[in-house]
Antibody, heavy 117, light 111 residues
């Protein structure tokens, strides 16, 4: 069974960098697409970006080049970095496996990241 | 404002059928077969219910079906059950720089 688990700080100060890691079990990072999606409190889902099996990336342009997704194949993990955060980046962050770029069939439980001083 | 438009809420009685619409443009829903639907219970991760417009992942009840006409996709749930009460989100691949867009979500209430 494929399982994903997000990890990282639950509180980040404004202007700092949010860093989250997604640890995957039951599937190889190298064989699938992977994505990050977030949900601000009381709002809908927002796609942040993806990582392809051959290490291609693309990101939501609304994040104004603040987002980076990277991979550590030795640990079967991929990571999200979001720089210069503000209160608007407060959200539950999910990592997910993609059936291609846009259909996400397995999700992590999500982790709440609050941006506050 | 979400890229895809969904009704804020729908409701139905147990055993009835309901349909949730998801309206986009020819640059997303209308232009690609990559429309998906997610069920989300409060505090839980989204669950993929439909992908590529009308395909059901293994383990998803056949009470859930998807379709598309023009720029509007639809999710139909037949034989409503209390456990179906949740938020439902549609999503589509796009031809723009934002590769994946979601709808604003629809709250389904089972009366």
């Amino acid at each position: 069974q494929v399982q994903l688990q997000e990890s990282g700080p639950g509180l980040v100060k404004p202007s700092e960098t949010l860093s989250l890691t997604c640890t995957v079990s039951g599937a190889s990072i190298s064989d699938h697409y992977w994505g990050w999606i977030r949900q601000p409190p009381g709002k809908g889902l927002q796609w942040l970006g993806y990582l392809s099996p051959n290490d291609n990336n693309d990101y939501n342009p609304s994040l104004q080049r603040r987002v980076t997704i990277s991979v550590d194949r030795s640990k079967n993990q991929f990571s999200l970095k979001l720089s210069s955060v503000t209160a608007a980046d407060t959200a539950v962050y999910y990592c997910a496996r993609g059936l291609g770029v846009s259909n996400f069939d397995f999700w992590g439980q999500g982790t709440l990241v609050t941006v506050s001083s | 404002q979400s890229a895809l438009t969904q009704p804020a809420s729908v409701s139905g009685s147990p055993g009835q059928s309901i349909t949730i619409s998801c309206t986009g443009t020819s640059s997303d829903v209308g232009g690609y077969k990559y429309v998906s639907w997610y069920q989300k219970h409060p505090g839980k991760a989204p669950k993929l219910m439909i992908y590529d417009v009308s395909n059901r992942p293994s383990g998803v009840s056949n009470r859930f079906s998807g379709s598309k006409s023009g720029n509007t996709a639809s999710l139909t749930i037949s034989g409503l059950q209390a456990e179906d009460e949740a938020d439902y989100y549609c999503s589509s691949y796009t031809g723009s720089s934002t590769l994946v867009v979601f709808g604003g979500g629809t709250q389904l209430t089972v009366l």
